[in-house]
């Protein structure tokens, strides 16, 4: 397989995971995948039109979202009034994943520790017979909170 042949099939399965893990619109998802691959330091409007084929609304609208999401950044050039758009930093763009993700788990921590508090009181039997997986569970999502917390100390130094 030559070179061009496997970057696109690995813009578009990047593309896939990006619609599926951050919940992005399919051209969104392709553009920061372009992004992630380029061996340029940063593509242009036009660049992001060209590699994707779409509309200059579809992309302007793309970018726009993943600038608003902090997925990327951009910059200029002395003397050239064309923006390179380029993927954030990735310590950056890591902590604010390891954030979501303690974010989300903690959300979940609490609404388990609702329904046990719940079935605790109103239906007993249950909540002894779930009490072992429950408290396995909520263990677990205490410890990925520790590491998720040690990584993003150890990505901020690196920063």
Do not use: W
Request: contains cysteine; charged residues 30%.
């Amino acid at each position: 397989m030559e070179k061009e042949e496997h970057k696109q099939r690995l813009i578009e399965e990047l593309g896939v995971h990006f619609e599926a893990e951050y919940n992005l619109p399919p051209l969104a998802a392709r553009i920061f995948g372009n992004l992630v691959v380029t061996e340029e330091v940063g593509l242009t409007f036009d660049d992001c039109q060209m590699k994707r084929g779409a509309s200059k609304s579809s992309i302007s609208t793309s970018l726009n979202l993943l600038l608003q999401l902090g997925m990327i950044t951009y910059f200029t050039k002395s003397g050239d009034r064309r923006r390179y758009f380029k993927i954030s930093d990735k310590s950056t763009f890591f902590i604010k994943k390891l954030e979501q993700a303690i974010k989300k788990a903690a959300n979940e921590s609490k609404m388990i520790q609702k329904v046990a508090k719940y079935d605790q009181q109103y239906n007993n039997e249950k909540y002894i017979s779930n009490k072992a997986k429950m408290d396995a569970y909520l263990n677990c999502l205490d410890q990925n909170e520790a590491t998720n917390k040690e990584t993003i100390e150890a990505l901020r130094k690196l920063i």
